[in-house]
């Protein structure tokens, strides 16, 4: 039978990161007080950093129509280019706080996010490493978003 495998790192703490994705997951953690989940009262987080060397943050939004709420991933996106239009995204730290538990695991972008983070790339050309932690606990990080979306639908079969 074929098997897939993904391959990630993981760390136990912050400490095994680059200075500069230690840095874009701080700044993911700082923005979690922005988000807006008063229905689900989960708050996601997110920061992004350009090509460029620009950060930008972006968080959960949600709707009384629950289906219109925005994850934090493609708001960070939105952010990105609209701060500088045309310029790739090459990593993103995202991260997570539950109303119910303190997470311990890194919280994974929901389906619909990892389409999206995987477009951004190969849109641009360029990996979107992904910078995952919990509350707490270990950080992983995948080299490139599309690590998160095997077999996942492309323009290519446009
Ligand atoms: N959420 C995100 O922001 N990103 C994901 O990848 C998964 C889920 C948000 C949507 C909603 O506001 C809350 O988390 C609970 O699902």
């Not at 090509?51 to 960070?76: F, H, R």
């Amino acid at each position: 039978m074929p098997t897939h495998a993904i391959s990630y790192h993981s760390f136990s703490t912050p400490a095994g990161l680059s200075p500069e994705d230690q840095a874009l997951l701080e700044a993911a953690r700082q923005a979690l007080v922005h988000s807006y989940s008063p229905y689900s009262n989960f708050k996601v987080a997110a920061a992004a950093r350009l090509a460029d060397g620009t950060v930008v943050t972006g968080w959960n939004t949600e709707n009384a129509a629950y289906p219109m709420c925005i994850c934090a991933e493609p708001a960070t996106l939105a952010a990105a280019a609209s701060s500088r239009p045309g310029m790739p995204v090459i990593a993103m730290a995202i991260t997570v706080k539950s109303p119910t538990q303190v997470l311990e695991e890194p919280a994974s972008p929901c389906g619909s996010c990892r389409q999206q983070l995987h477009e951004h790339e190969t849109r641009f050309g360029q990996p979107l490493r992904l910078i995952l932690r919990g509350e707490t606990g270990p950080v992983y990080v995948f080299d490139k978003a599309g690590d998160l979306l095997p077999f996942g639908f492309s323009g290519g079969m446009l």
